[in-house]
């Protein structure tokens, strides 16, 4: 069967659970089909029976988006023998179809007309740009999905995330700010870009967040002035009816008063409900309804049934002829109070973005000629050397390059013991310089620095949905037009159930129906408590990078843990060694083959050989002649080699190479690499060996030529909270497995002193991936922590990776959260949070449906019938604006969660 190789394009593929996701998809179809995805997930390479059409298709069904880039050989073979079948139907081209210089130039057509498109799907791809918008006139959850549907151009938009709770979008998109502004104008919405301060707005110089912040206000200061002036009238004309007036017209007098009082009326609900009008309008004239929709129905259809009584009251059988102009403008009056306070509510949920942006500074004392320039912070570059005093804040990231400090970090970090810096040491911005004065040379300036990062990713990340919320979008995209049938059913039911006053009771069920409908609760269920959770998540060291990753972490019932690094501090040091030859200086050939290695061991072997009291027992000296080494190489998970060309003494006669030259081969690693080249390991070794591994120490043996010439114990100390750390992972419920490229009997002695419950040792990489996959198998739930680049296939494959902060780029790119602190107990913190910010969203879920589910049916007059009792379109406002106000309320109690 004939199989293809080609390279595709991803979009919207954001975490390692997508990738998994695509993974499986297609794996149904073809078993062996082999897939490498790129850390940064926007390339994947694949070799399958399928085509790339099949594969795109697939993935498509998933959400995601893929482009072919690379066109596979096989299918230009394919299409090469379609153009000879299609010619051989003519004589003529059968004979053209066999002339090798046309064949040849028609391949070289296809293959122009192909590189012509990948050049211009690569130009489109590059002419991405991020867009963050704030949005206008979204006043619940079915308004969010009418934008989406406006914005779903795959070809020129490849990921939106719209953010109810906050009313703001953010996209990648190929189209111009003007255009996308346009397509969400003509789905009856407004928008306005959010610009910040790497790319400042001419008119407008505030921070993303101060805009929101200065919208709301905006907003909070209308709604309340709208509710004031609703009430003044509802609650007065309210009170009338309840203390024994008539709500009805029976005199000219009364039927002008009544008309006055609906004048005003009408005045409240063009003034103060304008926006909903508006918005009804809009919705309508796009086709599609909303909250608005329902409020513009509810107390028009209440001021328009009233008004139709007082001009015309002779038309209203008797006991019908009732006025609601009280409940317009109670309805108006309290959705927007509800509204107001449901605003004021909201603004607390992004506390953590307003702290960390707080963290930056305005000005920075620039040193110009050996003085300091107070300057800008936007106009200061890459190079420029600045000066930070005891106390102030560190403006940029940077490296010390005169003067030593102690820096408090625990704003981004978490860790609240101050860190000692010193020359060559790096710093961040936002972080606070506790004592003496230094200057640094900037790295990192904008949006390049690590504070500006964390803010994006969490901003990001907020912005993101769960799988949960999937439910409550899909019932809200047909929820308004639902509550809208029930209406006119509950209108129908009422007008022949053949009551008297059965028009009245009709107009009151049908208003109550459409007021007390809530989408508005269904549509911030979700996205508060995940603004909450993720922003509390940061305040604790923990950055995760989409709302998918904030609910698995939540299931974890898995944790692999990296034994380097994770488990131990990742400062290994010699604290053993025995050389098996005195007439071979070994720590000169150690320290030339570990030369610039950047490998916790190799460092550790580098540090001891530089050592002056390490050479005392050497026959050598320090002023050693250089070592010439020459094929040097890495041989993964066991150690380097190299060949050493000189006519030094040494073990064993060594070779000749064609210039005549002694060569010495030269092995530095672990036993598994003394065994792959057929090293012996006996004797004195043996007995070394076994005593140093009880220590939990790990082995390095040197081989020159073949013979075992020196061994050395090596220790990395165990963090002193990893054994607390996993106490806390099995309060949890997590079975915690240790991986470790390590020999069993180091991996067994670190397990016991730390309470790990399994572990499996002297793994290559890719059994890291096999261990995983066979957890995942059972039907686990896989957490993964890890720090270095071999980590970086494990993050990826696990359900969830967790990436150390200070470990490699690869592998917290890889990861699905990055942990600023070097500590599991921020794992931990993850999970605790994760599981919180789960429960609340049910909560809110739970209650939003219930809500509905119960508050439509009582407003339909369902106890009627036992009780006489007709629920008021006033209560129904008031619940209404309570439902939200309640799921707000409830997320917020996340601000005040604490781990444990």
């Given at each position: 069967?004939?199989?293809?190789?080609?390279?595709?394009?991803?979009?919207?593929?954001?975490?390692?659970?997508?990738?998994?996701?695509?993974?499986?998809?297609?794996?149904?179809?073809?078993?062996?089909?082999?897939?490498?995805?790129?850390?940064?997930?926007?390339?994947?390479?694949?070799?399958?029976?399928?085509?790339?059409?099949?594969?795109?298709?697939?993935?498509t069904?998933?959400?995601?988006?893929?482009?072919?880039?690379?066109?596979?050989?096989?299918?230009?073979?394919d299409?090469?023998?379609?153009?000879?079948?299609?010619?051989?139907?003519?004589?003529?081209?059968?004979?053209?179809?066999?002339?090798?210089?046309?064949?040849?130039r028609?391949?070289?057509?296809?293959?122009?007309?192909?590189?012509?498109?990948?050049?211009?799907?690569?130009?489109?791809?590059?002419?991405?740009?991020?867009?963050?918008?704030?949005?206008?006139?979204?006043?619940?959850?079915?308004?969010?999905?009418?934008?989406?549907?406006?914005?779903?151009?795959?070809?020129?938009?490849?990921?939106?995330?719209?953010?109810?709770?906050?009313?703001?979008?953010?996209?990648?998109?190929?189209?111009?700010?003007?255009?996308?502004?346009?397509?969400?104008?003509?789905?009856?919405?407004?928008?306005?870009?959010?610009?910040d301060?790497?790319?400042?707005?001419?008119?407008?110089?505030?921070?993303?967040?101060?805009?929101?912040?200065?919208?709301?206000?905006?907003?909070?200061?209308?709604?309340?002035?709208?509710?004031?002036?609703?009430?003044?009238?509802?609650?007065?004309l309210?009170?009338?009816?309840?203390?024994?007036?008539?709500?009805?017209?029976?005199?000219?007098?009364?039927?002008?008063?009544?008309?006055?009082?609906?004048?005003?009326?009408?005045?409240?609900?063009?003034y103060?409900?304008?926006?909903?009008?508006?918005?009804?309008?809009?919705?309508?004239?796009?086709?599609?309804?909303?909250?608005?929709?329902?409020?513009?129905?509810?107390?028009?259809?209440?001021?328009?049934?009233?008004?139709?009584?007082?001009?015309?009251?002779?038309?209203?059988?008797?006991?019908?002829?009732?006025?609601?102009?009280?409940?317009?403008?109670?309805i108006?009056?309290?959705?927007?109070?509800?509204?107001?306070?449901?605003?004021?509510a909201?603004?607390?949920?992004?506390?953590?973005?307003?702290?960390?942006?707080?963290?930056?500074?305005?000005?920075?004392?620039?040193?110009?000629?050996?003085?300091?320039?107070?300057?800008?912070?936007?106009?200061?570059?890459?190079?420029?050397?600045?000066?930070?005093?005891?106390?102030?804040?560190?403006?940029?990231?940077?490296?010390?390059?005169?003067?030593?400090?102690?820096?408090?970090?625990?704003?981004?970090?978490?860790?609240?013991?101050?860190?000692?810096?010193?020359?060559?040491?790096?710093?961040?911005?936002?972080?606070?310089?506790?004592?003496?004065?230094?200057?640094?040379?900037?790295?990192?300036?904008?949006?390049?620095?690590?504070?500006?990062?964390?803010?994006?990713?969490?901003?990001k990340?907020?912005?993101?949905?769960?799988?949960?919320?999937?439910?409550?979008?899909?019932?809200?995209?047909?929820?308004?037009?639902?509550?809208?049938?029930?209406?006119?059913?509950?209108?129908?039911?009422?007008?022949?159930?053949?009551i008297?006053?059965?028009?009245?009771?009709?107009?009151?069920a049908?208003?109550?129906?459409?007021?007390?409908?809530?989408?508005?609760?269904?549509?911030?269920?979700?996205?508060?408590?995940?603004?909450?959770?993720?922003?509390?998540?940061?305040?604790?060291?923990?950055?995760?990078?989409?709302?998918?990753?904030?609910?698995?972490?939540?299931?974890?019932?898995?944790?692999?843990?990296?034994?380097?690094?994770?488990?131990?501090?990742?400062?290994?040091?010699?604290?053993?060694?025995?050389?098996?030859?005195?007439?071979?200086?070994?720590?000169?050939?150690?320290?030339?083959?570990?030369?610039?290695?950047?490998?916790?061991?190799?460092?550790?072997?580098?540090?001891?050989?530089?050592?002056?009291?390490?050479?005392?027992?050497?026959?050598?000296?320090?002023?050693?002649?250089?070592?010439?080494?020459?094929?040097?190489?890495?041989?993964?998970?066991?150690g380097?080699?190299?060949?050493?060309?000189?006519?030094?003494?040494?073990?064993?006669?060594?070779?000749?190479?064609?210039?005549?030259?002694?060569?010495?081969?030269?092995?530095?690693?672990?036993?598994a690499?003394?065994?792959?080249?057929?090293?012996?390991?006996?004797?004195?070794?043996?007995?070394?060996?076994?005593?140093?591994?009880?220590?939990?120490?790990?082995?390095?043996?040197?081989?020159?030529?073949?013979?075992?010439?020196?061994?050395?114990?090596?220790?990395?100390?165990?963090?002193?909270?990893?054994?607390?750390?996993?106490?806390?992972?099995?309060?949890?419920?997590?079975?915690?497995?240790?991986?470790?490229?390590?020999?069993?009997?180091?991996?067994?002695?670190?397990?016991?002193?730390?309470?790990?419950d399994?572990?499996?040792?002297?793994?290559?990489p890719?059994?890291?991936?096999?261990?995983?996959?066979?957890?995942?198998?059972?039907?686990?739930?896989?957490?993964?922590?890890?720090?270095?680049?071999?980590?970086?296939p494990?993050?990826?494959?696990?359900?969830?990776?967790?990436?150390?902060?200070?470990?490699?780029?690869?592998?917290?790119?890889?990861?699905?959260?990055?942990?600023?602190?070097?500590?599991?107990?921020?794992?931990?913190?993850?999970?605790?949070?994760?599981?919180a910010?789960?429960?609340?969203?049910?909560?809110?879920?739970?209650?939003?449906?219930?809500?509905?589910?119960?508050?439509?049916?009582?407003?339909?007059?369902?106890?009627?019938?036992?009780t006489?009792?007709?629920?008021?379109?006033?209560?129904?406002?008031?619940?209404?604006?309570?439902?939200?106000?309640?799921?707000?309320?409830?997320?917020?109690?996340?601000?005040?969660?604490?781990?444990?």
């Open positions: 069967m004939t199989s293809y190789t080609f390279e595709l394009s991803l979009a919207k593929v954001s975490c390692g659970g997508c990738v998994r996701k695509i993974e499986a998809q297609l794996k149904n179809q073809d078993p062996n089909l082999e897939i490498e995805v790129t850390t940064t997930r926007d390339r994947a390479h694949i070799t399958t029976v399928m085509k790339a059409a099949e594969v795109i298709e697939q993935i069904q998933l959400g995601y988006v893929a482009d072919l880039i690379t066109p596979n050989i096989n299918d230009a073979s299409k090469k023998e379609d153009i000879k079948e299609s010619k051989k139907d003519n004589k003529n081209d059968d004979k053209a179809s066999n002339h090798p210089v046309i064949e040849t028609v391949a070289e057509t296809n293959a122009i007309e192909t590189d012509k498109s990948n050049a211009e799907e690569s130009q489109a791809r590059e002419s991405l740009s991020e867009l963050n918008l704030l949005l206008e006139g979204v006043t619940c959850a079915s308004c969010v999905n009418t934008i989406e549907k406006a914005l779903d151009k795959p070809e020129q938009i490849q990921s939106l995330n719209i953010n109810f709770a906050n009313r703001t979008a953010h996209l990648n998109t190929s189209l111009s700010n003007n255009e996308v502004i346009a397509l969400i104008e003509s789905a009856g919405y407004g928008a306005s870009v959010l610009f301060s790497e790319r400042p707005n001419p008119e407008n110089s505030a921070s993303p967040e101060d805009q929101r912040a200065k919208r709301d206000a905006k907003e909070y200061n209308q709604k309340v002035t709208h509710s004031k002036l609703a009430l003044a009238l509802g609650i007065p309210m009170l009338y009816g309840v203390l024994g007036g008539s709500m009805s017209v029976s005199t000219p007098t009364e039927q002008l008063i009544w008309f006055i009082v609906g004048v005003l009326t009408l005045f409240i609900l063009v103060a409900g304008k926006g909903y009008f508006t918005g009804a309008w809009k919705a309508l004239k796009n086709c599609h309804a909303n909250m608005d929709t329902l409020i513009a129905l509810g107390t028009g259809t209440a001021w328009l049934y009233s008004m139709m009584v007082v001009v015309l009251p002779s038309a209203f059988p008797t006991g019908s002829a009732h006025l609601y102009f009280e409940a317009s403008a109670m108006i009056g309290l959705i927007n109070l509800g509204q107001a306070l449901e605003l004021k909201r603004g607390k949920t992004s506390e953590s973005i307003r702290r960390l942006l707080d963290l930056k500074v305005k000005t920075a004392q620039v040193v110009h000629h050996d003085k300091d320039v107070e300057t800008a912070i936007e106009r200061v570059a890459v190079g420029d050397r600045v000066r930070v005093r005891a106390g102030e804040k560190i403006p940029l990231d940077g490296r010390i390059d005169a003067g030593q400090t102690t820096i408090n970090e625990s704003m981004l970090t978490g860790e609240p013991i101050p860190i000692e810096k010193q020359t060559g040491d790096m710093v961040s911005a936002g972080t606070i310089n506790e004592e003496g004065s230094f200057t640094f040379v900037v790295t990192k300036v904008g949006k390049e620095t690590r504070l500006s990062q964390i803010v994006n990713l969490v901003e990340a907020q912005n993101s949905k769960p799988p949960i919320s999937h439910l409550a979008d899909r019932i809200s995209a047909v929820f308004v037009p639902t509550v809208m049938v029930l209406a006119i059913v509950t209108a129908l039911v009422w007008y022949n159930v053949g008297e006053n059965n028009v009245a009771y009709m107009m009151v049908a208003t109550s129906v459409l007021i007390i409908a809530c989408p508005c609760a269904l549509g911030l269920a979700t996205p508060i408590s995940t603004m909450i959770g993720i922003g509390k998540a940061a305040e604790h060291g923990a950055l995760i990078r989409n709302g998918e990753s904030l609910q698995q972490a939540s299931d974890i019932d898995v944790m692999l843990l990296d034994k380097t690094g994770t488990i131990t501090q990742g400062k290994p040091k010699v604290v053993h060694y025995q050389s098996f030859s005195d007439r071979v200086s070994v720590l000169d050939y150690v320290a030339a083959l570990e030369k610039g290695s950047t490998h916790p061991l190799a460092q550790a072997l580098s540090q001891f050989s530089a050592n002056s009291e390490s050479w005392s027992s050497e026959s050598q000296s320090r002023e050693a002649t250089a070592l010439d080494i020459t094929d040097f190489q890495t041989h993964t998970g066991m380097v080699s190299g060949v050493l060309k000189g006519e030094g003494e040494g073990e064993g006669e060594g070779e000749v190479d064609a210039d005549g030259i002694k060569q010495k081969r030269i092995l530095l690693g672990n036993k690499m003394m065994q792959h080249f057929n090293i012996a390991i006996e004797g004195d070794a043996v007995k070394y060996a076994s005593a140093w591994q009880d220590e939990a120490n790990t082995l390095v043996y040197f081989s020159i030529d073949n013979e075992l010439t020196a061994m050395f114990g090596i220790t990395d100390p165990i963090r002193e909270d990893a054994t607390s750390a996993i106490a806390r992972f099995h309060r949890q419920g997590i079975h915690v497995v240790m991986l470790t490229g390590d020999n069993p009997q180091t991996a067994e002695a670190v397990a016991k002193q730390t309470g790990i399994e572990f499996h040792a002297n793994l290559m890719d059994d890291k991936l096999a261990h995983i996959k066979a957890f995942q198998a059972k039907g686990r739930i896989v957490g993964m922590v890890g720090d270095g680049i071999n980590d970086a494990a993050l990826a494959q696990a359900n969830v990776g967790f990436a150390i902060g200070s470990g490699t780029d690869v592998a917290i790119e890889s990861a699905d959260i990055t942990l600023l602190r070097s500590s599991l107990h921020s794992v931990s913190n993850v999970i605790a949070l994760s599981s910010t789960m429960s609340n969203i049910k909560q809110n879920l739970m209650g939003a449906f219930l809500y509905n589910s119960l508050g439509i049916p009582i407003a339909a007059g369902l106890l009627f019938p036992m006489g009792w007709l629920l008021s379109p006033i209560v129904a406002g008031l619940a209404m604006s309570l439902s939200s106000l309640t799921v707000v309320t409830n997320a917020n109690r996340l601000r005040f969660y604490s781990p444990r």
